[in-house]
């Protein structure tokens, strides 16, 4: 059972960009047996898919306010997801979460991944 740890989160402009990192914590771990998604949680509303990225070919997909603005990549060693954000918004403000399943489809549903990072503050300034 990895563990997983995000980090990169701050406080922004509007505008900018900011890149998130997932990874696993053990000594020897690998994410590359796993599909990983990110998910974000604004104040006073439901956590939310953000993207995610399949283990097997790499695939991404998007919640649609993100699509064109962020990307989600993996390392070649396969350690790492990042989370890619570009021309954030004041609405990116969130805690992001990644979360992990083994061998796994990379779907939107939170009951989909069975392990879960314990999160990092974004906040957007307008």
């Known amino acids: 059972q990895v563990r997983l740890v995000e980090s990169g989160g701050g406080l922004v402009q509007a505008g900018d960009s900011l890149e998130l990192t997932c990874s696993c914590t053990?000594?020897?771990?690998?994410?590359?047996?796993?599909?990983v998604a990110w998910f974000r949680q604004a104040p006073r509303k439901e956590r939310e898919f953000v993207g995610s990225?399949?283990?097997?070919?790499?695939?991404?997909n998007y919640q649609d306010s993100v699509k064109g603005r962020f990307i989600v990549s993996r390392d070649n060693s396969k350690k790492m997801v990042f989370l890619q954000m570009n021309s954030l918004k004041s609405e990116d403000t969130a805690v992001y979460y990644c979360?992990?399943?083994?061998?796994?489809?990379?779907?939107?549903?939170?009951?989909?991944?069975?392990?879960w990072g314990q999160g990092t503050q974004v906040t957007v300034s307008s």
């Open positions: 053990e000594p020897g771990c690998s994410l590359a047996n796993f599909a």
């Open positions: 990225i399949a283990w097997r070919d790499g695939t991404a």
């Open positions: 979360a992990a399943r083994a061998l796994g489809t990379a779907g939107p549903h939170e009951v989909e991944y069975g392990v």
